[in-house]
């Protein structure tokens, strides 16, 4: 089974800070890769499909890079309402896999 | 618009059998598959499986394989996720969602989640 490996676990960041979380496949995945933020509380949303293509409705300070066994979700300028846990989940075969989650907070 | 609305919270004993259904509108239900994801209190996502409605085929997570089954029915547009043999550790808010397949898969819409608590 491929492993979703994501760091850090935790991160916090001042409002305006531009914050990377990485996502690191135990094998090859091409760009078979999402990412989802689930707020306290909250349903998790679908932020980016296929590494690096934003969901309809979906900020554009958030961002997807990466392929083959390594991925960035980037958010370009924190806001308040961004503190979440943050998913990555690969997608390349029948069988799926979430990464263990990032918990944003703001400092 | 798009919408899941699964049933309401769940409680049962250990070595029961829960039943899940979530209701989709607001698409085609046979162009997409459903997944099942679930939350243990405190914990990540764990995705489960999936069922594609077009044509009923299912792929479970390895850890469930046996325990598991998922179903649709197309006349009314509902799949459903039966886990059986409860344990305490499959206490968890479940969630159905929508997968997209082909060159983009994800699950992009989410049902509310059903809270199933396995206590003796």
């Known amino acids: 089974d491929i492993q979703m490996t994501q760091s850090p676990s935790s991160l916090s960041a001042s409002v305006g800070d531009r914050v990377t979380i990485t996502c690191r496949a135990s094998?090859?995945?091409?760009?078979?890769l999402a990412w989802y933020q689930q707020k306290p509380g909250k349903v998790p949303k679908l932020l980016i499909y296929a590494a690096s293509t934003l969901q309809s409705g979906v900020p554009s300070r958030f961002s997807g890079s990466g392929s083959g066994t390594d991925f960035t979700l980037t958010i370009s300028s924190l806001q308040p309402e961004d503190v979440a846990t943050y998913y990555c989940q690969k997608y390349n075969s029948a069988l799926s896999t979430f990464g263990q989650g990032t918990k944003l907070e703001i400092k | 618009q798009v919408q899941l609305v699964q049933s309401g919270a769940e409680v049962k004993k250990p070595g029961a059998s829960v039943k899940v259904s979530c209701k989709a509108s607001?698409?085609?239900?046979?162009?997409?598959?459903i997944s099942w994801v679930r939350q243990a209190p405190g914990q990540g996502l764990e995705w489960m499986g999936w069922i594609s409605a077009y044509n009923g085929n299912t792929n479970y997570a390895q850890k469930l394989q046996g325990r598991v089954t998922m179903t649709t029915d197309t006349s009314t547009s509902t799949a459903y996720m039966e886990l059986r043999s409860l344990r305490s550790d499959d206490t968890a808010v479940y969630y159905c969602a929508r997968r997209r397949w082909g060159s983009s898969p994800a699950e992009d819409y989410w049902g509310q989640g059903t809270l199933v608590t396995v206590s003796s």
């Open positions: 094998q090859g995945i091409s760009n078979y």
């Open positions: 607001g698409y085609t239900f046979t162009s997409y598959g």
